[in-house]
């Protein structure tokens, strides 16, 4: 899954999954809002997954862009 980063003007980073929507997270650097949202992201496919409900393909899990 694509994940999309930018800084924001307060100097903290945002990374959002465009593929799971509501699945954004927020981080003091650039690594640490990755982490988060790939975490976050896990949570919503196991949910998911436990509620038989579609998830996005997973040909390649995460793929960071700037």
Known sequence: MKIEIER????RWIAEI???PGVMAY???RQEAIAR???LALRV???RLDHGE???DL???FAVFA
């Open 8 to 11: 924001e003007q307060d100097g």
């Open 18 to 20: 465009p593929d799971l």
């Open 27 to 29: 981080g003091q650097s």
């Open 37 to 39: 949202a790939e975490a």
């Open 45 to 47: 496919i196991a949910d």
């Open 54 to 56: 579609a998830i996005p």
């Open 59 to 61: 040909n390649a899990l």
